[in-house]
């Protein structure tokens, strides 16, 4: 039944968590050029991972779960509100970061 309902799930990417993936790409292609790019790449990866298969990843803090890149040591905190058929992505987060850093911004 859950395998049916998550191809009608939609994600959605909060302003806080964009601007953590421009951070991570400026930093990327100030150390190499297009480096930028290959996160961004795996950015994506990872999200068409989640969409996949949701609720593979286990619940880390609270009611987010991370999902690691590939390639860039990376999460992406997230949650799934299954009555709207939502996946909101919180945050991208260097995985030495804190995730209890995640906490202030769902209030």
Known sequence: ????????????????????IWEAKSYYDAVVPGLGKRFLLDFIHTVQKIKANPFSFGFRHEQFRPANFKIFPYQIHYLIQEAELNIILFAVLHGFRNPNYIKSRNK
């Open 1 to 20: 039944m859950k395998k049916q309902r998550t191809s009608k799930l939609q994600v959605y990417l909060l302003e806080e968590a964009q601007l953590d």
